[in-house]
């Protein structure tokens, strides 16, 4: 969006009609509320910007299908500007025609026809150029369907429109419905805001007020040929004048019958002769070049002659030059309220519920109760907005923090602002800091500049966003996270979605299902938009299916890029192959299973009390898991709750889900600890609430535990090139967080595939020797890097012979032949070795049978005990890894 500027933020409000609550749709389901619909279609509006337009910003649904509209506006209109001025150059008319025939033009353009053109909605800045306010009303209410007023001001609409009466454009009794109104409308409405102009300059009031009655009585053309005339000769510019106004608005009031063929479009007027010498005072507008495309997006730019122009005065007014979405979202963090300011303007007037008591009709026909509120019909007052709060709130922001320096070595926050309270803001819970007005002002300025000069800054993106991700940026954000590039749009385009395939009933049955508690994803533009992006997906993987869960997996994507269908598409198809490689084949079992069992590992890695108890009960990750991993979660949290988990799991690598697996149900661990198999089912069937922020802190921890290796997959996405941003997700503190198996090459850790029925065998995950070496803290030649005064990270059991153990052992490592610690049944003898094994509770264990392969590893607190030993056999003498529980 573009600057505010000189601009303020107004709002207006408006009821949508009210649909019986005893009426389902075909599909057997409830009918969807008007007011839903409106604010589906309204998202649309937030894309159009124009310098003639009116900038939309948002749009709320409140109580009784109301709807607050968010929207760039003026103080000044037309209506205004005639009032003060007592006389207007006919120069000055025409600029203001053609000011509104751009914009017009542009939202013919985009399929939007105005409808509601009066003097009130031609707004004008400060430099005095045309901006037109509420071109989206007849759009946005499905022309007038969804609302039960009427779309226009009668003393404005063209004849055709008059002609068909107040006809409601959804009312089945009427027959044909009429068709929707086309540009000509808008220019016949232009023609009669001229004539107005003209009148009004030229004749003076009460002119105004026969203005219908000339409109009526008199010929239109003879009547505009006085009224120019007379305009024409005040300003000594009789001919050209006079013969151009005239053309302009004759054109534009043609036909006088409902007969519009020969009225112009918009485009038709715009090169009009009549405007030759106009034209050349306008630049032709420019469209921006998007993040995601093939064209430069700085080839347009220029720096002044005297660098010194770029330089801010003190006095500069930076919350000005931020877009108009960022300082709305900033009013709202700091206190805004919607429909408190249009309470406060008595727009929307309160009333005790006794007094709204519906009608009633006796028996006699007389009528008792209430008539029509007129609060329901459409108030036009568009309420100013005031910024006074926030800008109070933002006044001890630094002018540097609105340009940060991106090559400083520091910190970008702390060089951003000086204020402690702000710095200190950084510890503090991710729900407190994304309402800190300061903060997320910091934080979305420094987004902004980065992501402008994606992908050259890709991997600062990547550390700011270690740190979180601003709300209102997530979408742009999590695009770059995921390495999109190129011309995103024209890849998409190419995509057929419109030839019907099998899959588009399993689709249609899916969309209602997901997610249908957000207000956008449920909305019609929003099945439409999830339709279409699913059938891209699939049309475009033919090596792959869509299996139920794919639409919960697009949903995330598609809130944030509700109006970029392209890279909710491009996210996903990137997204998918990193996390969930294979896992849409039309034969997955082996893929799930293998990860699965994988998980299953996990859990018994980190807490294999857990583990014990699950597997003993007979619960095990097939039961519940198989939702949370084909779906990353999204078919069990709500969508506030994936964008902060997705955030971190967008950082880390494929391996990363299954940590947080393992948070999960450590959260559940004392509840799971206590129940047996049909209680944890019908736990897992209605999932408690879960800390979001505490699973995240958590899974990072325990990925930062686990060796890289002991998550190895057979069936993962294979490896990448070396350097990709996308392995430093967590920085250099995580020691195995820091960089993905996957992409390193395959030498790098020597780890062999196993057979599934072989991995299902072992309860625990076997490592590689390099992560043995990581894990012991000891370089390629032996040197030690572990400081004296800490202690060892690992214990490495050698269950080799003392033989073996004797030519050659890791240093460090203790021998407990097997022969000499277990039984030929399986169970622990007491040897000296345990008291040892007993002081290494809570640490990491490694058990070595060869060096070519190893075997892990559990981290625990609980005692030893002999019995869980043979009871898993977790100790074998035909295997070649080995786990040593405790």
């Known amino acids: ?53 009116c900038q939309y910003v948002d749009i709320s649904r409140g109580k009784h299908e109301r709807l607050v509209v968010v929207t760039e506006h003026y103080e000044s209109s037309l209506n205004d500007f005639q009032k003060q001025v007592q006389t207007v150059s006919p120069e000055r008319v025409l600029q203001i025609a053609y000011e509104a025939l751009e914009g017009l033009e542009f939202m013919n353009k985009h399929g939007m026809v105005h409808r509601a053109l009066n003097a009130q909605n031609v707004l004008m800045d400060g430099k005095g150029k ?31 429109v008059i002609a068909q009466g107040s006809v409601h454009p959804s009312d089945p009794s009427q027959g044909e419905n009429p068709l929707p109104s086309g540009p000509k409308t808008d220019v016949w409405s232009l023609g009669v805001l001229l004539f107005e102009l003209c009148a009004v300059s030229s004749l003076k009031p009460p002119c105004l007020d026969l203005m219908n009655d000339y409109l009526i009585e008199l010929s239109v053309r003879s009547c505009i040929d006085d009224i120019v005339t007379v305009l024409a000769e005040e300003h000594g510019c009789l001919d050209a004048i006079r013969v151009s106004l005239k053309s302009i608005i004759s054109h534009c009031l043609l036909h006088w019958s409902a007969k519009t063929t020969l009225r112009p479009t918009p485009a038709e007027l715009l090169v009009d002769p009549v405007f030759e010498g106009v034209s050349c005072l306008y630049a032709p507008f420019q469209q921006p070049v998007g993040l995601f495309s093939s064209s430069l997006r700085c080839a347009h730019l220029e720096l002044p002659e005297d660098i010194s122009q770029l330089c801010k005065d003190d006095d500069e007014e930076y919350l000005g030059e931020r877009a108009i979405d960022e300082v709305y979202h900033l009013w709202c963090l700091a206190g805004g309220d919607l429909e408190k300011e249009l309470t406060n303007k008595e727009i929307i007037q309160s009333k005790p519920p006794v007094c709204t008591l519906p009608n009633f009709l006796l028996e006699d026909g007389e009528s008792f109760g209430q008539g029509r509120d007129r609060s329901f019909l459409l108030d036009d007052t568009t309420v100013t907005l005031s910024l006074c709060q926030l800008k109070n709130r933002l006044k001890d922001v630094a002018g540097e923090a609105y340009y940060p320096l991106l090559e400083d070595e520091q910190s970008s926050l702390s060089q951003s602002n000086s204020s402690n309270e702000l710095s200190c803001t950084v510890t503090l819970p991710l729900i407190i800091r994304e309402r800190d007005t300061e903060y997320q002002l910091i934080r979305i300025i420094l987004f902004d500049r980065l992501l402008k000069a994606y992908p050259y800054k890709k991997n600062l993106v990547w550390k700011e966003a270690r740190v979180d991700i601003p709300p209102l940026i997530r979408g742009l954000a999590w695009a770059a996270l995921l390495g999109v590039e190129g011309d995103i749009q024209a890849k998409y385009d190419s995509i057929d979605k419109d030839t019907p395939i099998p899959t588009d009933r399993q689709i249609e049955v899916d969309i209602p ?29 033919p090596d792959l299916v869509y299996w139920q869960g794919l639409d919960s997996l697009c949903a995330p994507f598609l809130w944030l890029n509700f109006n970029n269908e392209p890279l909710a598409y491009a996210c996903m198809s990137a997204f998918i192959p990193k996390y969930l490689y294979n896992f849409f084949l039309k034969d997955n079992s082996h893929v799930i299973q293998e990860y699965l069992t994988v998980f299953s590992q996990m859990i018994a890695f980190h807490d294999p009390e857990l583990s014990n ?17 084909l779906t990353m979660f999204t078919h069990v949290f709500p969508l506030h709750k994936i964008f902060h988990l997705w955030d971190t ?46 699973c995240v802190r958590e899974s990072i921890n325990l990925f930062c535990w686990t060796p890289k290796s002991a998550t190895y997959r057979q069936h993962a996405q294979p490896p990448k090139a070396q350097g990709d941003s996308s392995t430093n997700g967590f920085g250099k503190a995580a020691n195995y967080y820091s960089s993905d198996y996957q992409d390193m090459p395959k030498t790098d850790l ?3 595939p196993l057979a599934l029925s072989d991995l299902k065998a072992e309860v625990s995950p076997r490592i590689s020797a390099e992560d043995l070496i990581d894990l012991c803290e000891l370089s390629v030649g032996g040197q030690t890097k572990r400081s004296k005064a800490s202690k060892p990270k690992i214990l490495a059991v050698d269950i080799r012979s003392i033989e073996d ?9 203790i021998s407990i032949p097997y022969s000499t610690a277990f039984s030929p049944d399986g169970e622990l003898v007491q040897c000296p070795a345990t008291g040892t094994l007993q002081s290494f509770r809570g640490r990491v264990i490694v058990v070595i049978n060869c060096f070519d392969s190893i075997r892990v590893i559990f981290r625990s607190s609980t005692d030893l005990h002999s019995k869980s030993y043979g009871n898993h056999g977790l100790f074998n003498q035909t295997g070649v890894q080995f786990v040593f529980p405790h």
């Open 805 to 813: 153990f004797g030519r050659g052992h890791i240093s460090g490592s």
């Open 130 to 160: 045309v901006k037109l306010a509420k071109f989206g009303l007849y759009y946005m209410t499905d022309h007038g369907a969804d609302v039960d007023f009427p779309i226009g001001y009668p003393s404005y609409l063209a004849p055709e």
């Open 1 to 53: 969006m573009r600057p505010l500027r000189d601009a303020q933020l107004g709002a207006f409000t408006f009821f949508a009609s009210a649909l019986p609550h005893d009426v389902c749709g075909s599909n057997g389901l409830p009918l969807t509320p008007n007011s839903i619909k409106i604010l589906g279609r309204f998202q649309l509006l937030k894309t159009i910007s124009h310098p003639r337009l």
């Open 613 to 629: 108890h699950l597997n003993e009960i007979g619960f095990i990750p097939d039961l519940y898991a198989i939702p949370w991993f």
């Open 513 to 541: 299902r997901c997610h249908q508690y957000d207000e956008l994803l449920s909305s019609p533009q929003g099945h439409r938009k999830f339709r279409r992006v699913l059938k891209a997906w699939v049309v475009s993987h």
């Open 750 to 752: 020597s780890r062999e």
């Open 649 to 694: 799991l967008l950082l880390g690598n494929s391996s990363f889900p299954f940590c947080i697996g393992v948070a999960i149900l450590q959260q559940l661990r004392d509840r799971l600890l206590a129940n047996g198999f049909n209680e944890c089912i019908l736990l897992f069937s209605d999932l408690p609430e879960i800390d979001i922020e505490r």
